[in-house]
Structures are given as C-alpha cells and as structure tokens.
C-alpha cells in the first residue's frame, strides 16, 4: 500500500471530517511515508475542519507506533531517519491540537509508542475495552515522542506520567477511563457507532460556542485565576448577545413552558453518506 494511502480524508454530509489511518497490515504503524501522509492529511484537514474531526483506525490495532522495521539495520543514518519521522509526526500532532473545532479520537487494540500521543490529540477519546495503551519507548533504548512528556502528565498527574513512561505499564481501556486517560469506553463492536455519533452530535451544536469553549480549556491550566474569570466573563456576554444564542435560549424556554422535552443535539441513528 503506498503512502497516499495509508491515511486517508473522508468528508461527510453532517459537517463530519474523518481522518483515516488505512493500515492495518502494519497496525497503522509510523514509517517516514505513513507519517508524512499523516502530517498531510491533518493538514487538509485543517484547511476545512467542517463541524467536528474523528480519528479512526482501520483493523484491530489503532497505532503501534514507529515502524521498528523501517528504523533498524540503518546504521549511522537511524537517528536522521528517526528524527524525519519523529517531525512529521509531530507536526500532524500539533496540526489536531490546534484544531479549533472539536476532535473525537476512537482507539482499539493498541495504541503504543507515538500512537498513544496521536490517540491523545482529540478532546473526546473514545476507547473500547479492547483497547492497550503502552508507551514501550523505554523498552527499546528510546524516549517518548508524538507529545507524550507534555499531555500525560496534565492528564494524570506526574506522578502515574512517570509510571507510565518508565515502566511501560500496559493499561486497559477500562484502566486508561480510571485513570483520566480517555474520556469513556465501550464495547469493541459499538466503539465506531459510539464515536461517530459524540462527533455528529458535536458538529449540530453551536459552532461558535464550542469552538469558544474550546479555547477557554485550551488556555486554562496556563492563567491566573483571576485572568480566566475575567476570560470567561467576556466569551459568554460576547455570545449572549449574538443571534444563535438568542434563539437557543428562547427556544428553550419555549419547550420548558409547554412541558416538552428539549432534545440533544444530532440525534443520529445512522451514518450519512460520505461526500468524498
């Protein structure tokens, strides 16, 4: 499979962005080609990020991470191939991050090495109880890449940062919920369904709300107290005052005086249609 392939841009009519790791063969594992195609599709990706992004594996494994195959038996040019790989990656990790819609990650199987930093780029992370989480750098004479040193310990602390690094403890998607890793995990046969729908149901919200939500967690654990409420009090007068919020509200309060029910957004039973 060439690298054009191997990650793929899928867009769907409900606002919906996927981007695709489509190699499963290989546990969607990082050689120099697959990671620039990543950085490239997450670059297309942000070009139009639509309503909301998913990221999704093909096969039973999400990423396994660097390709040990294509980094060994290089001699004195392994730390050049590596550091090539290492900075595409990173720039398609960095791409996701900054991402201001929303971003739903699905993980089964493994996520290990660079592929638990790509798993931790969305905001939402849907796991299924298959899924392994591993870093394994030290295991093999190396160091974390793919943003692993900077998300994990804001995740969950230090502490079980340097657990997970130094041991290369193996966690369950039920230990990876536990410990703050993902945001929830189900069954492997709903773990598609499940994503898909937490990103339709992201890409019928407010816009202009979640994308300001966004930037308030995004910047939080860097300001004072006091900085952020102030932050905070001038994004919600910014959006009261705005047509979209005027109408939500009021058709809230419509519901609420008639006795019905106010409905989630993007109730979705079924995918729609992909228009590439």
């Known amino acids: 499979m060439s690298s054009q392939q191997v990650v793929r841009v899928v867009r769907h009519s409900d606002g919906i962005v996927e981007l695709l790791l489509d190699d499963p063969g290989r546990g969607n594992a990082l050689d120099l080609g697959t990671a620039e195609a990543l950085r490239d ?15 999704r594996a093909s096969g039973g494994n999400f990423c396994v991470g660097g390709d040990l195959r294509a980094f060994a038996g290089r001699g004195a040019e392994t730390g050049t191939y590596v550091h090539a790989v290492a900075t595409a990656a990173h720039a398609a990790i960095r791409t996701l991050h900054e991402l201001p819609v929303p971003v739903v990650t699905a993980v089964r199987g493994a996520a290990a090495g660079g592929g638990i930093g790509l798993a931790l780029a969305g905001d939402i992370v849907v796991a299924a109880r298959s899924a392994r989480f591993r870093l394994a750098y030290t295991a093999i004479g190396l160091t974390p890449d793919c943003g692993a040193s900077w998300v994990l310990p804001r995740l969950v602390g230090p502490r079980r940062a340097a657990d997970l690094i130094l041991t290369n403890r193996v966690l369950t998607g039920d230990d990876a919920e536990r410990w703050g890793l993902v945001s929830r995990v189900v069954e492997d046969d709903a773990l598609d369904d499940t994503a898909y729908r937490i990103a339709a149901e992201l890409a019928a919200g407010s816009g202009i709300a979640l994308r300001a939500a966004k930037d308030l967690l995004r910047g939080a654990p860097e300001m004072p107290l006091e900085e952020l409420l102030a932050e905070e009090a001038r994004s919600i007068a910014a959006l009261a005052g705005g047509v979209e919020a005027q109408a939500a509200m009021e058709s809230f309060l419509a519901a ?10 993007g109730s979705v039973s079924e995918r729609p249609q992909s228009v590439s």
């Open 41 to 55: 599709a997450a670059a297309e990706v942000a070009a139009d990020p639509g309503g909301a992004v998913l990221v």
């Open 256 to 265: 609420r005086s008639s006795g019905r029910v106010v409905p989630s957004n």
